[in-house]
């Protein structure tokens, strides 16, 4: 089966500072990975996702990450932070190729906090 | 387009009362999945369900929660009795594979969630 780590479940940054949020997968086969995000009283939203191609995926609000086969990680990156980034991030994979029917497994997230 | 709608976005109950949330997905999903959120265990996928029909259900923590999909349009998830331990955001998320009978690619649409109080 397949498992998710995110290495930090929390992370300060003063704004203008770039983050980088860390996320390691582990699997036997091949994986799509995504990024979520969860701002306060709200529900998930998908950030980025890596299904195949280029290993360098960008998503929404500036965010971007790359999928490192050999490291099983899927780190999460963003060069510039605003206050409005403030949320917290999941990081999510499942088999690819749809065989594993829906069953999207969640890291533990990750608190990102972006102080003025 | 609407989103996932969920309702109640708040309860509030008493150990040992019923409790029902209700999901509405978004039109032409055809996959829908009940999630639970704590502090303590993180995101849970309790059940889901494709073309109406449950596909998993391991998730479910016990006899007293039970999941309905009567339609392509609505979704129920019940707790029966509930207990102060069900405490939580329960969300209710939907999908579709993208492309008619193509592969579940994991993009998931949530609702906002109903938050659960039991006291």
């Known amino acids: 089966a397949q498992s998710v780590t995110q290495l930090d479940s929390q992370v300060p940054v003063f704004e203008e500072a770039p983050v980088e949020l860390r996320c390691n997968y582990s699997?036997?086969?091949?994986?799509?990975l995504f990024w979520y995000v969860q701002y306060p009283n709200q529900g998930l939203q998908l950030l980025l996702k890596?299904?195949?191609?280029?290993?360098l995926v960008k998503g929404i609000n500036g965010f971007e990450a790359e999928f490192n086969k050999s490291q099983t990680s899927f780190h999460l990156r963003k060069p510039s932070v605003h206050i409005s980034d403030t949320a917290e991030y999941f990081c999510?994979?499942?088999?690819?190729?749809?065989?594993?029917?829906?069953?999207?497994?969640f890291g533990q997230g990750t608190i990102l906090t972006v102080h003025p | 387009d609407a989103g996932v709608i969920q309702s109640p976005r708040h309860e509030v109950t008493e150990m040992g009362q019923e409790v029902t949330l209700r999901c509405k997905p978004i039109?032409?999903?055809?996959?829908l999945f009940w999630y639970r959120q704590t502090m303590m265990r993180g995101l849970e996928l309790l059940i889901y369900?494709?073309?109406?029909?449950?596909?998993?259900d391991s998730g479910m923590p016990e006899d007293r929660f039970s999941a309905k999909m009567p339609n392509a349009s609505f979704s129920t998830l019940k707790i029966q009795p509930s207990e102060p331990r069900d405490s939580a955001v329960y969300f209710c998320?939907?999908?579709?594979?993208?492309?008619?009978?193509?592969?579940?690619?994991?993009?998931?649409?949530f609702g906002e969630g109903s938050r659960l109080t039991v006291l």
């Open positions: 890596y299904l195949s191609g280029s290993t």
């Open positions: 998320a939907s999908s579709s594979p993208g492309l008619a009978g193509g592969p579940f690619t994991g993009e998931l649409f």
């Open positions: 999510a994979v499942i088999l690819a190729g749809g065989t594993s029917y829906g069953k999207l497994t």
């Open positions: 369900f494709n073309n109406n029909v449950p596909i998993d």
């Open positions: 699997s036997s086969v091949s994986v799509y």
């Open positions: 039109s032409g999903h055809d996959y």
